[in-house]
């Protein structure tokens, strides 16, 4: 039988995390056309890798989270993205949702899909080389008024119908419940939603009888809204993020990511470091590291542009924002 646990508390070797590399067609298009590339496969091949390709990541990463079009593509070195990953420790995962949908019970909020199938694809994506997964669920935070408590429960069942089937299929599932930066909302605000959303959660993972041990939380950071016109300081973001985990992750969860959610590079990078700090002052029970996206793409992105001979500079942009982030989860 698969060593879940194991495979899961791999991805928190020291100093090392994960990279989500998981935008949908619709996401990476928008991406790349921010930084001036035109949208095609072969331009979305070629951006995931500009990061999957860098030589000496294996330093600083123990998995990527892939799209499932890049499970079945070469790199430039003619190998099959999950084998080179492999090749070079670093475990492959692959997002399984199929993203987001207005909720029909509340049409300002979102609902994930993806169930419909999903044992199947989880049985291609193994074969594939896949070792574990995401599912994410996007919170809306509005006023007092969102999120409502119909889409928390709903996202949250339907977070845990998928660890369910993803422990059953022999992989580690990632819940990504994401309270949304953006918005005009207090820390306070942001701390409340997030303490919520974690509480229905784990409430409802024991009714599906999800293993504690072998899941992975991706959450965010507790911040003031995007458009509050407040800048917290990575203190205060550590004090509130660790007090809501602290409340509200079982200790036998097997450990805690996080995602940058639009913090500048910087921003998520010193946010992470205060985070790890005061994590390691109250003797947090679990594991914690990074699986950004955007913090840890953007520099090299707007280095790159989608040509060929700026390869070599957007990499090492990469690479320096990578060991800035990996320093971080040290403290
Ligand atoms: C990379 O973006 C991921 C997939 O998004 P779409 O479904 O919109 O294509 C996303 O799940 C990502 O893993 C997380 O949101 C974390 O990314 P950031 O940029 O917040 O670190």
Known sequence: MTDLVGIARAFFEKGKGILAADESVHTATARLASYGVPASAEMRRQYRDLF?????????????????ETLLEEGNDKKLFPESLISRGIMPG????????????????????????????LLEFKKQGAVFTKWRSVIRIDGDTL???QALHEN??????????VQT?????ILEPE???????????????ISETLKILFSVLDEFSVDRASVI????????????GKHDSPEEVADDTLATLMGNVPPQVSGIVFLSGGQTPDESTANLAAIARRAKEINAPWPLTFSYARALQEEALSVWKGKEENVPAARAAFLDRLAKVSAATIG
Not at 156 to 165: H, I, N, T
Not at 169 to 173: D, E, F, N
């Open 156 to 165: 949250a069942k339907r977070l845990a119908s998928y660890a369910k089937e």
């Open 147 to 149: 999120p409502s408590p």
């Open 217 to 228: 939380l991706k959450t965010s950071m507790v911040l003031s809204g995007s458009e509050s």
């Open 169 to 173: 299929a022999g992989m580690v599932p």
């Open 94 to 121: 692959v997002k399984v949702d199929l993203g987001t949908e207005p909720f029909s019970a509340s049409p300002r909020e979102f609902i994930t899909n993806g169930l419909i199938g999903l044992p199947e694809r």
């Open 179 to 193: 309270v949304l930066h953006e918005g005009k909302h207090s820390r306070a605000r942001a701390r409340a939603v």
């Open 52 to 68: 999957l390709g860098a030589p000496d990541v294996e330093h600083h990463l123990s998995g990527v989270i892939l799209f499932s």
